[in-house]
């Protein structure tokens, strides 16, 4: 299990971490090279240091000066030492007055006498009025003047490292780069403990670009979790509580009326999806496995991707508080193109925000979920980064190492048995329809068309009450739905259609499984029960 979030580059981009830019900075006006985008309304305070070196042929009386543009103050240290300051009133996070100041003009300050070749280190934390202040400036430069003229030590424009949206530790004035302790500091922390008590553990967190934004995703590996139990867990930013929420994991053993719920295609529009999202927690399922075109950004729209996370985090929230895990399958809006390509997929570098997103999955959207030996949720490409029939080894494998789990489902998004919405796939049919068939799955979950349809069991498209697959979808969790063909009855494996925005709620007990099409209000407008097939474990 994994815990997986985004911190957007407008609230973490330069927050939090000393990184490298060039003088000055600020808000991003035409005085500024590198902008803070954070900055305005969440943090008044930036720290900035840099190695200086006094030129060998300084001469002797030389004296060392800043000259600057500054909005609001400034404090400055050399080799640890406060020698300047302007319009502020005491340092770091105990400023208690700042005097507004506008960055008209450069102005100059001596420094003291300099010593040819002297190494050392400057810093500067600058400071705004206020967070609602309409502009920031810190721009300097370092010379030394000899003989009526300026000579460069620091030019402006120069690289210097800076960190805003946190007090530095203790020492930063003496530190010249980067690297060093405070830049070694964990951004995050995660730590979760069971909700009954005991020590709170730490996670090990793993970062990364996310898809082709400057967004940051985070994720928690969680290992050594006991099964049935309900978990409390915090995040912290650089040691400051930001939240706390829970999840409960899987029973070790099957328990009687377990439920979860799927679906596909959420994001037509964000109403939309929260409606089915909040439906889903009500529902307080033990997962949700969801079928792809999520965010319907098609490998290009992070903003998309943000709002879907939004809308799970707040929306998919079971009655009791807890968060629902989710299962995820790759769909074609994924992908850029987002186009259906069995046999010519382009690849997973064309769908960065999901592989970004959901680590684990960088060698392909195949995916096994193994609950004890009582349930198994199995995930496939359906020809979107990776071609159907190059997955049927692999398929076949990991169903014939499960034939003692007695409860498979499968989950895929383009349906090879739909209502006519669009062409089916063949590929998936003829490559690993006889496989379900073969492995006695239980039923397939496919997504795609935008309309609610159920199979009868079938086995080579032909009905069979018996030994037959179920099959059903066709996503329309959150997104505008399509007509249902008035022909779809000639069909004869189908055995409902309907153009409704739904998901699936899935009840299991020891002899049967309970199918429920439901809408966003919760009404049951379809309901169909099949025995478990291989005996119950």
């Not at 383009?414 to 006695?440: C, H, M, T, Y």
């Amino acid at each position: 299990m994994a815990i997986h979030w985004v911190a957007t580059e407008e609230k973490e981009g330069e927050r939090g971490e000393w990184k490298l830019g060039a003088a000055g900075f600020g808000y991003g006006d035409d005085d500024d090279q590198t902008e803070l985008k954070g900055m305005r309304k969440n943090y008044r305070s930036v720290y900035i240091r840099r190695p200086y070196e006094v030129p060998a042929n300084a001469p002797k009386g030389a004296e060392l000066t800043i000259g600057i543009r500054y909005d609001d103050a400034f404090i400055l240290y050399l080799d640890g030492k406060e020698v300047l300051r302007r319009g502020v009133e005491g340092a770091g996070a105990d400023i208690s007055k700042v005097t507004k100041h506008e960055a008209e003009v450069w102005e100059y300050f001596k420094l003291g006498p300099v010593v040819a070749g002297h190494k050392g280190v400057i810093a500067i934390e600058g400071h705004n009025e206020s967070l609602d202040s309409s502009d920031f400036t810190l721009r300097p430069r370092i010379d030394y003047r000899a003989n009526g003229k300026l000579h460069p030590v620091v030019r402006e424009g120069a690289q210097w490292a800076y960190l805003g949206g946190r007090t530095p530790r203790a020492g930063w004035t003496r530190i010249g780069g980067v690297k060093g302790k405070d830049a070694e500091a964990p951004r995050y922390q995660l730590a979760l403990r069971p909700k009954t008590g005991g020590d709170w553990t730490f996670a090990n967190l793993r970062d990364r670009k996310f898809g082709t934004t400057e967004h940051r995703v985070f994720s928690a590996d969680l290992g050594d979790l006991k099964p049935g139990t309900r978990y409390l867990f915090k995040i912290a930013r650089w040691g400051a509580p930001i939240g706390s929420w829970e999840f409960e994991t899987a029973p070790a053993t099957f328990k009687e009326g377990m439920t979860f719920v799927t679906g596909g295609d959420m994001y037509g529009t964000r109403a939309w999806m929260d409606a089915m999202n909040r439906r889903a927690g009500a529902e307080d399922p033990l997962f949700a496995l969801l079928g792809g075109d999520l965010a319907y950004a098609n490998g290009t729209k992070g903003d998309r991707w943000l709002e879907w996370v939004d809308s799970w985090h707040k929306c998919a929230v079971a009655p009791d508080g807890r968060l629902i895990p989710m299962i995820v399958v790759i769909g074609n809006h994924e992908v850029k193109g987002y186009q259906y390509r069995p046999t010519k997929a382009p690849g997973r570098a064309q769908a960065p925000f999901y592989y970004s997103l959901f680590l684990g999955q960088e060698e392909g959207a195949q995916l096994t979920v193994d609950f004890g030996k009582y349930l198994s949720v199995i995930g496939i490409d359906s020809g979107h980064t990776a071609n159907v029939a190059a997955q049927t080894r692999w398929l076949a494998r990991i169903l014939g190492n499960r034939l003692g789990i007695p409860r498979q489902f499968v989950c895929y998004h383009r349906p090879a048995w739909g209502a006519g919405v669009k062409d089916d796939a063949n590929d998936i049919r003829r490559e690993w329809s006889p496989l379900f068939e073969q492995f006695k799955v239980d039923c397939v979950f496919e997504n795609d068309h935008h309309i609610y349809k159920r199979t009868h069991p079938i086995v080579g498209g032909k009905r069979n009450d018996r030994d037959g697959v179920l099959y059903l979808g066709d996503g329309a969790w959150g997104v505008k739905i399509r007509s249902v063909p008035k022909d779809w009855k000639k069909r004869t494996y189908l055995a409902e259609a309907r153009s409704v925005n739904h998901l699936i709620k899935v009840t299991m007990t020891s002899g049967q499984f309970v199918y429920e099409g439901m809408t966003a209000d919760g009404d049951i407008f379809d309901k169909t029960m099949r025995p478990v097939r291989r005996g119950a474990k």
